[in-house]
């Protein structure tokens, strides 16, 4: 076990998760609902950092092994939510708001799968 990479991604892990806290916070605030939005939100904006961080990496960035575990492992993993989603997911479905959780799951995956795309394509488009 590589120590120096740990301590990189337990430093990504922290801002990830203080961010993550930020942004399901004011999205909280703002959304009054019993829809999960916070969560969504930071998915979506994971999977749209990600996808431009991979396609960023592929056609000009070469980071340390250090940079990319804190940024992809530690980061984003700790930003996006995904076992916060199936917490959600599953609380929908147990207070028997099964449309809800419907719109939920297949929101979340199709949204960030776009977004995802998105930051790929957006990255390809600015340094072409």
Same mark, same amino acid.
Do not use: K
């Given at each position: 076990?590589?120590v120096q990479?740990?301590?990189? $991604?337990?430093?990504?892990? @922290?801002?990830?998760?203080?961010? #993550?806290? @930020?942004?399901? =916070?004011? !999205?909280?605030? !703002?959304?009054?609902? /019993?829809?999960?939005? /916070?969560?969504?939100? $930071?998915? !979506?904006? /994971?999977?749209?950092?990600?996808? @431009?961080?991979?396609? &960023?990496?592929?056609?000009m960035w070469?980071? =340390?092994?250090? $940079? #990319?575990?804190?940024?992809? $492992?530690?980061?984003? /993993?700790?930003?996006?939510?995904?076992?916060?989603?199936? +917490?959600?997911?599953?609380?929908?479905?147990? #207070?028997?708001?099964?449309?809800?959780? @419907? &719109?939920?799951? +297949?929101?979340?995956?199709?949204?960030?799968?776009?977004?995802?795309?998105?930051?790929?394509?957006?990255?390809?488009?600015?340094? =072409?």
């Amino acid at each position: 076990m590589n120590v120096q990479l740990m301590m990189f $991604v337990g430093l990504g892990g @922290a801002i990830g998760a203080m961010g #993550r806290f @930020a942004v399901m =916070s004011a !999205v909280g605030h !703002v959304a009054h609902t /019993g829809f999960p939005w /916070g969560t969504l939100t $930071v998915n !979506v904006i /994971g999977a749209l950092v990600l996808g @431009a961080v991979l396609e &960023l990496s592929a056609l000009m960035w070469s980071p =340390s092994p250090e $940079v #990319r575990a804190m940024v992809v $492992v530690g980061g984003l /993993g700790a930003f996006t939510t995904f076992s916060t989603f199936s +917490m959600d997911l599953y609380y929908l479905i147990d #207070r028997g708001y099964i449309v809800n959780a @419907a &719109l939920y799951a +297949m929101g979340s995956v199709f949204i960030c799968l776009v977004a995802f795309w998105a930051g790929m394509s957006l990255l390809r488009t600015i340094l =072409s």
